[in-house]
């Protein structure tokens, strides 16, 4: 029989960086590799990922990728991993045209060799097992499912979905084809729970036509409408109401413009070349629709750089309205509030549609209670939320007739051993499930050190010290250079500075001391180490800050040594030092003019 296991290294307990494997006979199947966004408190990093230790520690027993669809928290982070790993990826044609955008920009060579398009009703033998790809409805066309048949039953990876039974484009679900994989006998049911604690069925609360119906319809008005990436269900119906009030359109956002343009959806979307514009064209059209399209914090910087007029051609006026049409993502909701201030300082009218109105894509109580009772399967495994969501996801699977003992929760890490008769946690785990950040393309290895330096400098500030010592006797041969940022705003014959100066010249002096009585004692270092401790001390007496300090010492030999002093209007405050004179007769001579700015700076 088949030794069968599933676990997460992403996604569990948490909002995004979904990344989870299914183990059968000891080959690896991954399902989807999403990315997250970042609290507000880690500063610097652009978007966290799952750890992928055990994945390149395993990666022989990898027999591929198999992706829900396009979305962020599902394909974001397979860039990443395809640079530490080559392996055969499985996805739908829309994210296959994405996917080569995004490894285009990261200059990933192999990883379009490495895309398998593959469609609904499409049967994949890979390893020892028959995988039966179905159709979800999602905020993406063709979102997929994945059944692995086993010979202990069929594992289900149902990927994201909502129920709509209405629904007939290229979003519908194929009810009788789930009906067929439930027939054929279900052992567990992995089932998306990130919104399980909304109450009734998603739909139809998940469509925008009605709240962008009225502005469409008004005269001599542009329309610029923000949305996901991912929100391509919320594109067909702005293209719907462009194209109903004779409207054009234009795209601001590379991916989303060369979907938008490719075959993928254009005939599904009954777009003509005619009915798209360019962005100049939508600033000097009377009625043009801009979509603006990017991914979680990726949106709103493109709003902010229209609204702050930093954009080239677009720019928001009285004619515009600005319609954020996608609720805040998990992770940039403080963003999300911002980007509204700033938009409420230009001239175009603004519409925000709440996440209390517009539901996301993404299965309801209701819907959850549904596809189980379709599926009819022994083991209901929740995914892709909180633990809270995992609770509402349980009773949903037990109103479907699944008993409770056989509700598989688990944390990122926990391995679920899915057996003929009962689920059990195996008494190992997988260590290493942290969350690994992401600077720009790079992985980053960021610590606790660096993330707590980001914190000081955005809170405390930093203070850069700057002097230069004659490396014979080791006495001051220039002024002290002191620069503040995000500190405390002070004069220079103010008592901090004087506090500060006053610290520096002592230590100075010490080691001074210290180095005619005992050269071999003498530490540079040691004494950077101690001007960054006594100015620390002092600003945090006067202040309470503790800025980062960084100290620069220079070394020269005075006997060859010409200070070069800048002019400036407080030249004369802010000079107290003053370099030796006792060696002046070794100095080259300076010209007259430098001389006489020599003398203004002493």
């Known amino acids: ?8 290294l992403g996604g569990q307990d948490e909002r995004g960086k979904n990344l989870y494997v299914l183990e059968i006979d000891k080959d690896l199947y991954i399902l989807d590799a999403g990315i997250k966004f970042p609290d507000k408190g880690i500063l610097g990093v ?12 395993n990666k022989k027993r990898i027999k591929g990728l198999f992706l829900s669809n396009c979305s962020a928290y599902n394909i974001g982070s397979v860039v990443y991993l395809c640079k530490e790993m080559e392996l055969p990826i499985y996805c739908n044609e829309i994210t296959s045209h994405v996917l080569k955008i995004k490894a285009q920009k990261m200059r990933l060579k192999n990883m379009e060799n490495n895309l398998n398009v593959i469609k609904d009703k499409d049967i994949l033998k890979i390893g020892k097992i028959k995988i039966d790809v179905f159709r979800t409805t999602s905020s993406t066309p063709q979102s997929f499912g994945y059944a692995f048949h086993t010979e202990k039953g069929i594992v289900v990876y149902a990927g994201d979905y909502i129920i709509d039974g209405q629904e007939q484009s290229y979003f519908s679900t194929d009810f009788n084809h789930l009906s067929n994989i439930g027939e054929a006998g279900v052992l567990a049911l992995i089932s998306d729970a990130e919104t399980a604690s909304r109450n009734g069925f998603t739909v ?8 962008i119906a009225a502005p469409f319809k008004e005269k001599k008005t542009r329309i610029a409408v923000g949305i996901f990436e991912e929100d391509i269900f919320k594109v067909g119906e702005i293209v719907a109401a462009a194209k109903e ?7 601001y956002g590379d991916t989303m413009k060369s979907v938008l343009e490719s075959n993928l959806i254009f005939e599904n979307l009954h777009l003509t070349k005619e009915d798209l514009i360019s962005n100049e064209e939508y600033m000097q059209s009377e009625n043009g629709v801009l979509i603006i399209a990017g991914n979680g914090d990726q949106l709103y910087s493109k709003l902010a750089k229209i609204a702050n007029g930093n954009e080239q051609v677009i720019e928001f006026t009285e004619k515009d309205v600005v319609i954020i049409a996608t609720p805040p993502a998990p992770g940039v909701e403080k963003r999300h509030a911002q980007i509204l201030d700033e938009l409420a300082r ?10 209390k109105s517009i539901w996301s894509m993404h299965a309801s109580y209701e819907d959850i209670k549904m596809m189980t009772s379709i599926m009819k399967p022994k083991y209901f495994i929740p995914i892709k939320s909180l633990y809270k969501d995992f609770l509402k996801a349980e009773q949903a699977a037990i109103d479907a007739g699944v008993e409770k003992t056989n509700v598989g929760i688990i944390d990122n890490g926990e391995i679920l051993i899915l057996s003929k008769n009962h689920l059990a946690i195996a008494e190992e785990s997988i260590k290493k499930t942290n969350d690994v950040y992401v600077n720009g393309v790079e992985i980053g290895d960021i610590g606790n050190v660096v993330l707590n330096e980001r914190k000081q400098l955005a809170t405390d500030g930093v203070i850069i010290i700057g002097l230069t ?7 001051l041969v220039s002024l002290i250079d002191m620069q503040m940022r995000g500190v405390i705003y002070i004069k220079e014959d103010g008592v901090i500075f004087k506090l500060l100066q006053k610290g520096i010249e002592d230590i100075i002096s010490n080691g001074q001391t210290q180095y005619k009585e005992a050269p071999s004692a003498y530490d540079l270092n040691e004494m950077k180490k101690e001007i ?12 309470g800050k503790q800025p980062m300090t960084l100290v620069i010492i220079n070394e020269v030999d005075e006997k060859n040594y010409v200070p070069q002093v800048r002019p400036s209007k407080n ?14 007769s070794n100095l080259k001579k300076p010209n007259d003019a430098n001389n006489d700015n020599g003398n203004k700076g002493n």
């Open 1 to 8: 029989m088949s030794d069968i296991r599933f676990f997460a």
């Open 46 to 57: 652009d978007v966290v990922i799952a750890n992928f230790e055990y994945l390149k520690e």
């Open 204 to 211: 139809p609360n998940h469509t925008i036509c009605n709240y």
């Open 245 to 251: 009030n004779g409207r054009q359109i234009a795209v």
């Open 346 to 355: 230009t001239d175009a009218r603004i519409i925000a549609l709440s996440d």
């Open 469 to 475: 010592l004659d490396s014979r006797n080791k006495e």
């Open 532 to 543: 960054i401790s006594k100015v620390r001390s002092i600003v945090k007496a006067e202040s």
């Open 571 to 584: 030249l004369n405050n802010s000079r107290k030092f003053k370099p030796r004179t006792t060696h002046t």
